[in-house]
């Protein structure tokens, strides 16, 4: 799988830029308690599945990529556009795009995670090794296709676009996909809706393999 993500739109560097005030203001604003609590919620179940994979990240990651990816906002380095989505989900698609960039230099035994780095002539297995488990759920298939399009359609809603970042993450129970993100379960519920609609109206040469993955997600 690729990691082109909700993230990609959050990790667009814009390093001549010097937010102003009225941008760090915006900021500030829109970091209250609901939207804070809503990215440690999903960044704390994101850095358990990784770990379950294998990826030994340590125990106080999840605070330290929360910290970077604000400060890396304010500091325009991450280039957050409030009128495209919710500072929430603009974070938790930084953290996702900078902790499974991290996860493939580990499973390639390049990262500074692994105490003893892997011999070159076993980079290749371990590398196909984590590509094989991001690759365990029906979405990560899906993605292959059609993850461009569906989060060009899905940019303006941010509760879909939490929804993608849990499926992707292989979370598709509605409970659980409220707990890793802070929405309600019934807007978990309403925005499968939403993504079923939203497949409907694939490219026809796409939809028929979208349908069947979309059963697999279901069952």
């Given amino acids: 799988m690729v990691d082109g993500e909700a993230g990609s739109k959050s990790e667009q560097v814009s390093s001549n830029t010097v937010p102003d ?7 500030t604003d829109a ?24 990826v030994p990240f340590p125990e106080d990651a999840d605070e ?26 603009h974070l938790i698609g930084a953290i996702r795009s900078r902790t499974f960039k991290e996860a493939k230099r580990y499973w390639r035994g390049e990262s500074e995670l692994a ?13 196909s090794t984590g590509i094989e ?16 399009w569906l989060f060009r359609a899905a940019e303006a809603d941010d509760a879909l676009l939490l ?7 292989g979370i598709t129970k509605p409970q659980e996909i409220a707990e890793a993100t802070g929405l309600t379960t019934n807007s978990v519920n309403a925005s499968k809706k939403r993504l079923a609609r ?22």
């Fill in 163 to 169: 929804l993608l970042m849990a499926y992707e993450d």
């Fill in 115 to 127: 105490d003893d780095p892997l011999p070159s002539d076993d980079s290749a297995n371990a590398a």
């Fill in 31 to 54: 970091l209250d308690e609901t939207a804070l609590n809503k990215v440690i919620g999903w960044t704390r179940k994101r850095f358990r599945l990784l770990r379950r994979n294998g």
């Fill in 64 to 89: 330290a990529y929360i910290r970077d990816a604000l400060i890396d906002t304010l500091a325009g380095q991450l280039n957050w556009k409030p009128a495209k989505c919710q500072l929430s989900t």
């Fill in 198 to 219: 939203l497949l409907d109206a694939l490219p026809p040469e796409l939809q028929q393999d979208a349908a069947s993955l979309l059963r697999r997600l279901s069952r």
């Fill in 21 to 27: 005030e009225a941008y760090l203001q915006a900021v």
């Fill in 133 to 148: 488990l991001e690759g365990q759920t029906a979405l990560r298939e899906l993605a292959s296709m059609i993850r461009n």
